[in-house]
């Protein structure tokens, strides 16, 4: 009886470990599962039964006999009347139920969730499309309204500032690409920008939909006497304007040759060398720049 059993366990977290039971500890349990196996029909050798338990911790094997006991109670009712069979797997079958319906309802929440997500994304990607839209719209003014702008905005407009006002709101505007520069106004804090307003306005009107222009509560009063002009004179106070109030008109275009010409005859009083002395100075400025 004092002799001892050498047991080895299999459990991951005790792998390394052994445990030595003693003789007398074995056979009570062996008594045990004996006890329980009778009434199972279960019948196992010895050394079958000392293999099982080197696998189990002794406190898993307290667990084996009290779950052999619920079992034991369960087979006891199998033998009772088929009416209280029938409210057990009534039961049972009202437990499976519940399992399944709680399952159900937990992938009901997620299908509802990823129904809330998508709405909120169609309504994110909605206002981003107005928003679009708004912007647009900032182009499409009534004419005559007040268009300002605010220091170190520029405005960039592709078309020519030579061709008279007439021609831009008829929308008649220059073949040759030359014509068709981009300029820009950048605005000083202590200046406004003087341009035309008719100008401005067919300006407005013949832009495209891609460039924008800031909101009214940022700008200037622009304002020019409406005046009829030639082309000619039109960029000259353009260039003027520009020059007084510092502000860089870039890509303008002087007009072509026939235009000065369809406009009337030179007049006799203008001296020609000092004139051409004076543009040849004008090219050589913006060469220099």
């Known amino acids: 009886m004092g002799d001892k ?16 039971i003693s003789q007398n500890r074995l056979m009570k349990i062996l008594k045990e599962l004996k006890k329980n196996a009778s009434v199972y029909k279960i019948s196992v050798s010895k050394r079958r039964k000392a293999k099982l338990l080197s696998r189990k911790k002794i406190a898993d094997v307290k667990k084996i ?3 052999k006991r619920k079992l034991n109670t369960v087979t006891k009712l199998r033998k009772s009347s088929a009416a ?27 299908r509802v969730k990823q129904r809330k ?7 994110l990607r909605k206002a981003a499309r107005k928003r679009q839209m708004k ?6 003014r009534q004419p005559g ?21 007439e021609e831009f709101s008829s929308g008649a505007l220059a073949p040759a690409d030359q014509y068709n520069s981009l300029f820009s106004f950048e605005v000083d804090t202590s200046n406004n920008i003087q341009v035309n307003h008719e100008l401005w306005d067919s300006i407005v009107a013949n832009m495209p939909s891609n460039y924008s222009i800031p909101d009214s509560d940022f700008v200037k009063r622009l304002s020019l006497p409406a005046e009829q ?26 007009p072509p040759l026939i235009d000065l010409l369809s406009e009337g005859p030179i007049s006799t009083a203008v001296d020609l060398p000092s004139a051409a002395a004076g ?4 090219q050589k400025n913006d060469g220099d720049k």
Do not use: C, Y
């Open 5 to 20: 059993v050498r047991v080895s366990h299999r459990n991951l977290l005790s792998r390394k470990l052994k445990a030595i």
């Open 65 to 67: 006999l009290l779950r």
């Open 84 to 110: 209280e069979n029938k409210k057990i797997r009534n039961k049972r079958k009202i437990m499976r139920l519940k399992k399944k319906l709680a399952a159900r309802k937990k992938l009901g929440s997620k």
């Open 117 to 123: 997500w998508t709405t909120k994304m169609r309504l």
């Open 135 to 140: 912007k647009r719209k900032l182009f499409s």
């Open 145 to 165: 309204k007040d268009l300002q702008l605010v220091a170190g905005d520029t405005v960039s407009i592709p078309v020519s500032p030579v061709w008279p006002a």
């Open 229 to 254: 002009i030639s082309s000619a004179e039109k960029q000259s106070s353009l260039r003027t304007t520009a020059i007084e109030n510092d502000v860089s008109v870039e890509g303008m275009v002087e």
């Open 279 to 282: 543009g040849a100075n004008e």
